[in-house]
Nanobody, 125 residues
Framework: QLQASGGGLVQPGGSLGLSCAAS????????IGWFRQATGKEREWVAC????????YFSDSVKGRFTLSRDSAKNTAHLQMNNLKPEDTAVYFC????????????????????WGQGTLVTVSS
């Protein structure tokens, strides 16, 4: 089971951190994915991290502004979002996948085994 948290209201240019806590399995052996869905739009891939070597990948829309990290002791992953823009407004979902490639991560939502419930991020002045 995954539990996402940390969403809220932030002004443009501000920062927000999202957390994804796992229970029932060790997140260390799973690839982590973050997706978002804005109102009226399809869910899109935002970022993912491999289970080994700490490789991270980001969509062009968030590259350079978002970072992804893990806290093994807390069995948690974090998505740090900086310089937020109104177009980042969406419900954010975390997901985990027992990916075959330990230094990669899937970009397709259909490959992920576990999903968090989603947390709303609103960027507005």
């Amino acid at each position: 089971q995954l539990q996402a948290s940390g969403g809220g209201l932030v002004q443009p240019g501000g920062s927000l951190g999202l957390s994804c806590a796992a229970s029932g399995f060790s997140l260390d052996t799973y690839a982590i994915g973050w997706f978002r869905q804005a109102t009226g739009k399809e869910r899109e891939w935002v970022a993912c991290g491999s289970s080994r070597r700490g490789n991270t990948y980001f969509s062009d829309s968030v590259k350079g502004r978002f970072t992804l990290s893990r806290d093994s002791a807390k069995n948690t992953a974090h998505l740090q979002m900086n310089n937020l823009k109104p177009e980042d407004t969406a419900v954010y979902f975390c997901a985990a996948d027992l990916y075959y490639n330990p230094i990669g991560c899937p970009l397709s939502e259909h490959e992920y085994d576990y999903w968090g419930q989603g947390t709303l991020v609103t960027v507005s002045s």
